[in-house]
């Protein structure tokens, strides 16, 4: 998440005297720079110079240096680790978390990935090829191997000391929770650092550890690790293998970028177009076009459905063109109703508030609820045309009653089908393995407008003909 | 959040067990739920007939329960605190944690808010009372006042001591991060217990403890806390008075739900409806109706200008029919870019990667980006009418060729325009004070629909008279 100076005034005030430092005492750079958050000196390197920034990582100590990578956006932090020399770039990413470590080497080009893990001390590679096995959008792909447990038949002072022993080793393990095994090493509890000092001296971990213990397959998706935390309020969730051993931990700051991704991944695809998955402010512009020119081009040829249906009616437009002139009127309260409805249905799915087997429950209340709003609209539409006529706005004709009615009956039945349209698409996308989300209000309004106009002329021909038609 | 069932088979798997043994045999249903986290026991009260929820939480020892209610939904909390005797209802909030405690008496019926208030014992009275008088969505709305601070001139086993003896009070102080003050008591530096664990005895808490500590103020606005803390991997934000006094900690599950509460404001509002503000499986009919049916309204007379657009070029319309059957597809196109570009501002607006001041920069960027669009969709455009009439699919007549450039060309400064609109509008909303995420698709396209028939009419006179008008 790259933030904008303004926000953060910090990274923009030392900018400048640390590329003055770069330039006349490089060695000074790491002392001047010691009280500064690594998020700091993250967006210090996003705002100097893309050329000066491989100096500035050099002129800090390679541990402060990985964090500053950690916080670092992934393109950046790609391009660095791409151009420097391999045992640099190993040196480096050895300092990072494991989890870090392995999703940073993800992001990379995988040629010069592999020759970075080939460089790494051989536990840190084979922690980092085991990480980098699992999907990135797994618990697996997200968890760190670092993490603290004890055998739940310690006592809480061997416990205790050891923990402080591990923890001097300056190691970064998650400490947000110690993990108790059981006898075979299985996950069997956890405990707090807190509630461990707490404990009674004599207590065994077992007497203190809590067995409510939540966790998650390392094949498990990442919306469900991040929904499970946020459900219990945890700060850590364990990875077990099928055989219930600990094999690493999701930590909270990882589950927040998760869920940030992820809505950023719905809202762009509600809004009709394909995940950008990069800043808007850094994607290319053919990029960006790609991403929204398919969606696009397909809704646009969508469309020509609604073309294809008007000139079926050419014949009763010829006739009566003055239903014309409510046609964008009637088809976009459809789309709108839609809107509403895909939006309110893609977020309580995403929420869990609502699963696929709710979808007729859903479509129960759509009905009432777009029949009423659809009574609502069609009140407006109807006066809109009387009211015109009455005013002099405008000369309907002497049929102006029954073009209201037309217009009014048309809203009604527009307003229902749109609202559940957009409530069931989710659940139908869903239900064909595609994200919910795709039911874009463009989506959506496409769908509407086809059979707006049907419903319309529909209509049109019920009450009309005799008169107009 | 309320999850279903199916997500969550363990409170649907136990609810039957817990109704039985409540009508047999409720003094064990303490004992027999002990090892069900809390989170869970809440799902149970959700799950199980409303009127046996009472007798539920009334089995489980006050502590448990105060638990359980801090994870139960909003409206089932404020219903059972009202109902149950003052006292029984003041035992259970003084046992739940401060600013879960303030937020339960915010969401319920004020005068019985106070009078629970009244009972609580006089410390918890004291800081309850000082809790809600800050704002809900500030960081003062949602900070604990219990957290842990020591002088940063102790001595590192001091500290040790004074945070296990707190420990050992069994009270529920945030213990993500211990905060260390100067002499004055203001907040100075940061240390985790684990590197409180880990410091070499007879070194002071200032040794140890981080001074780049980020805090924020008590009328922070939350969106800004969220941020801070996804931007440096936070667990805990302190926040600390004018003269930098430590006044609270907001920890890292309020920000979840702070982060989650706020996506799904802004998906529904860029759905083109107020934001529910409740779950869509609990909000009442006529409540849906209200949040939806006021922009729906709003937007349909909104669409009275397009239909007196339409309505201007009558005369044009009754010469060329064919122009009519284009208009939904013209339109559309506007209102689909329209939505992608609301949806990456709006988006990029909340993650902070762009700012109020970037709006002519992100203009720049999308009129070329709707220039290309446009230019894309517009060769569709033409496409559709010449191909159908060589097709033999629709007879447009002799200028069928200058028919599908109006379409072509209309389609390209209607998708340009829908860019550049949709980009702005979030701007503009916020410029005046309003939330950007309501610049819905369905706004936006709106606002296009009629500058779409102006501009569709426009390049039909230049391209079409002399020939079709």
Same mark, same amino acid.
């Given at each position: 998440?790259?933030?904008?100076?303004?926000?953060?005034?910090?990274?923009? $005030?030392?900018?400048?005297?640390?590329?003055?430092?770069?330039?006349?005492?490089?060695?000074?750079?790491?002392?001047?720079?010691?009280?500064?958050?690594?998020?700091? &000196?993250?967006?210090?390197?996003?705002?100097?110079?893309?050329?000066?920034?491989?100096?500035?990582?050099?002129?800090?100590?390679?541990?402060?240096?990985?964090?500053?990578?950690?916080?670092?956006?992934?393109?950046?932090? =790609?391009?660095? &680790?791409?151009?420097?020399?391999?045992?640099?770039?190993?040196?480096?990413?050895?300092?990072?978390?494991?989890?870090?470590?392995?999703?940073?080497?993800?992001?990379?080009?995988?040629?010069?990935?592999?020759?970075?893990?080939?460089?790494?001390?051989?536990?840190?590679?084979?922690?980092? !090829?085991? &990480?980098?096995?699992?999907?990135?959008?797994?618990?697996? *792909?997200?968890?760190?191997? #670092?993490?603290?447990?004890?055998?739940?038949?310690? =006592?809480?002072?061997?416990?205790?000391?050891?923990?402080?022993?591990?923890?001097?080793?300056?190691? @970064? #393990?998650?400490?947000?929770?110690?993990?108790?095994?059981?006898?075979?090493?299985?996950?069997?509890?956890?405990?707090?650092? @807190?509630?461990?000092?707490?404990?009674?001296? +004599?207590?065994?971990?077992?007497?203190?550890?809590?067995?409510?213990?939540?966790?998650?397959?390392?094949?498990?998706?990442?919306?469900?690790?991040?929904?499970?935390?946020?459900?219990?309020?945890?700060?850590? /969730?364990?990875? /077990?293998?099928?055989?219930?051993?600990?094999?690493? /931990?999701?930590?909270?700051?990882?589950?927040?970028?998760?869920?940030?991704? #992820?809505?950023?991944?719905?809202?762009?695809?509600?809004?009709?177009?394909?995940?950008?998955?990069?800043?808007?402010?850094?994607?290319?512009?053919?990029?960006?076009?790609?991403?929204?020119?398919?969606?696009?081009?397909? $809704?646009?040829?969508?469309? %020509?459905?609604?073309?294809?249906?008007? !000139? *079926? %009616?050419?014949? #009763?437009?010829? @006739?009566?063109?003055?239903?014309?002139?409510?046609?964008?009127?009637?088809? =976009?309260?459809?789309?709108?109703?839609?809107?509403?409805?895909?939006?309110?249905?893609?977020?309580?799915?995403?929420?869990?508030?609502?699963?696929?087997?709710?979808?007729?429950?859903?479509?129960?209340?759509?009905?009432?609820?777009?029949?009423? &709003?659809?009574?609502?609209?069609?009140?407006?539409?109807?006066?809109?045309?009387?009211?015109?006529?009455?005013? *002099?706005?405008?000369?309907?004709?002497?049929?102006?009653?029954?073009?209201? $009615?037309?217009?009014?009956?048309?809203?009604?039945?527009?307003?229902?089908?749109?609202?559940?349209?957009?409530?069931?698409?989710?659940?139908?996308?869903?239900?064909?393995?595609?994200?919910?989300?795709?039911?874009?209000?463009?989506?959506?309004?496409?769908?509407?407008?086809?059979? +707006?106009?049907?419903?319309? %002329?529909?209509?049109?021909?019920?009450?009309? =003909?005799?008169?107009? $038609?």
């Amino acid at each position: 998440m790259a933030l904008d100076p303004q926000d953060k005034p910090l990274a923009a $005030l030392v900018a400048p005297d640390i590329l003055d430092l770069l330039e006349e005492n490089p060695g000074a750079v790491a002392a001047e720079t010691e009280e500064l958050h690594p998020a700091d &000196l993250a967006d210090v390197a996003e705002l100097i110079p893309r050329e000066q920034v491989p100096a500035f990582l050099a002129a800090l100590p390679p541990a402060r240096a990985a964090d500053v990578l950690e916080y670092l956006n992934d393109d950046l932090r =790609s391009d660095l &680790l791409e151009e420097i020399p391999t045992e640099q770039a190993a040196a480096l990413v050895s300092q990072m978390t494991p989890d870090d470590r392995a999703d940073a080497l993800e992001e990379m080009d995988e040629d010069v990935a592999d020759e970075i893990v080939s460089e790494l001390p051989a536990e840190a590679r084979a922690e980092t !090829e085991r &990480l980098l096995q699992y999907e990135p959008n797994t618990a697996g *792909g997200l968890m760190t191997t #670092e993490f603290v447990s004890v055998a739940q038949d310690m =006592s809480v002072d061997q416990a205790f000391d050891s923990v402080r022993a591990l923890a001097r080793t300056g190691r @970064r #393990e998650a400490t947000y929770a110690i993990y108790a095994t059981d006898s075979q090493g299985r996950l069997a509890g956890v405990l707090s650092l @807190r509630e461990l000092l707490a404990a009674q001296p +004599g207590a065994t971990i077992a007497d203190v550890a809590r067995t409510e213990v939540v966790s998650v397959s390392p094949a498990t998706d990442r919306q469900e690790v991040a929904r499970i935390t946020a459900n219990y309020d945890l700060i850590a /969730v364990p990875v /077990v293998s099928e055989s219930r051993h600990l094999i690493g /931990v999701v930590t909270v700051d990882d589950i927040i970028d998760v869920i940030e991704e #992820e809505q950023t991944e719905d809202i762009q695809k509600m809004g009709g177009l394909e995940a950008l998955d990069e800043p808007y402010t850094s994607i290319s512009f053919w990029g960006m076009i790609r991403k929204r020119g398919v969606w696009l081009c397909l $809704l646009f040829v969508g469309s %020509f459905f609604t073309a294809t249906a008007m !000139e *079926g %009616f050419e014949d #009763e437009l010829s @006739r009566a063109l003055v239903l014309s002139l409510f046609i964008p009127l009637i088809v =976009s309260s459809g789309g709108n109703s839609g809107s509403q409805a895909t939006a309110l249905i893609i977020r309580a799915l995403s929420l869990g508030e609502l699963t696929q087997k709710d979808w007729w429950r859903v479509a129960l209340r759509e009905l009432p609820t777009g029949l009423t &709003l659809g009574a609502l609209l069609g009140l407006f539409g109807v006066a809109r045309v009387v009211l015109w006529q009455y005013l *002099g706005l405008w000369d309907y004709g002497p049929h102006y009653w029954r073009i209201g $009615l037309t217009v009014g009956t048309a809203v009604v039945a527009i307003v229902t089908l749109g609202s559940l349209a957009g409530a069931m698409l989710p659940f139908l996308l869903r239900r064909f393995g595609l994200d919910p989300a795709s039911a874009s209000a463009p989506f959506v309004a496409t769908i509407v407008d086809v059979t +707006g106009v049907l419903i319309y %002329f529909g209509v049109a021909l019920l009450l009309l =003909s005799g008169t107009l $038609l």
